[in-house]
């Protein structure tokens, strides 16, 4: 079962802020967050991960709650090509890298 | 930058029909990984392989067979496919099985008559 839980939907403006949001109310002590996301027909792309401190690359950030039972993926500046299916999972270094994917959140960029 | 590279894109069989689906990383990663995506869901670990030489059952193994040819191949065989098969393929690959993000190959899309 996954353990996160997201929107099903979400509608941004071209050039607007994507403020995805995940909750992992259940995350214990070992466990990452990560997200990635799959344009229409392709395969999952990586997008950003982190532990506890909030966290910022090329593509997006990450913010993560103190209390780490939340998370949100920001994209700064959000464009077309940024619809896509959002995942948001969690998983610990003892589980061999078996991503659990849930539904995600349908991203869908309007110009 | 090839990255994860699958054959066939597409196929077509019939019911009891054998296949076998490649995939090759370029990256040097020690574990490779297959999953399913059916329509409007998620994707479900089949097989995966935490290192060259070691194969281990996912979420949905049952109709599958993997084999990991060397570091750089794992290849996932339908000895003999059923329509609930029909799917997209994907293979991904992590310089190793832990918390390092995984790089998936674009898919195989295969339908089961």
């Known amino acids: 079962d996954a353990k996160t839980t997201q929107p099903t939907s979400m509608d941004c403006a071209e050039g607007r802020a994507a403020n995805l949001p995940c909750n992992h109310s259940t995350i214990s002590g070992n466990e990452y967050v990560y997200w990635y996301r799959q344009i229409h027909s392709q395969g999952p792309q990586y997008i950003i991960h982190g532990l506890k401190n909030n966290e910022t690359n090329e593509m997006a950030s990450l913010i993560i709650t103190e209390d780490r039972k939340s998370s949100t993926l920001i994209l700064p500046h959000a464009t077309l090509r940024d619809t896509a299916v959002y995942y948001c999972i969690v998983i610990s270094g003892n589980q061999g890298g078996k991503l659990i994917f849930g539904q995600g959140t349908e991203l869908s960029v309007k110009p | ?113």
């Open chain 2, 1 to 113: 930058n090839a990255g994860v590279t699958q054959t066939p894109k597409f196929q077509v069989l019939k019911t009891g029909q054998s296949m076998t689906l490649q995939c090759a990383q370029d990256m040097n990663h020690n574990s490779m990984y297959w999953y399913r995506q059916d329509p409007g869901m998620g994707l479900r670990l089949i097989y995966y392989s935490a290192s060259e030489g070691t194969t281990d059952k996912g979420e949905v193994p049952n109709g599958y067979n993997v084999s990991r040819l060397n570091k750089r191949e794992f290849s996932l065989r339908l000895e003999s496919a059923a329509p609930s098969q029909t799917s997209v393929y994907f293979c991904a690959s992590s310089e190793r099985g832990d918390i390092k993000p995984q790089h998936f190959g674009d898919g195989t899309r295969l339908s089961i008559l």
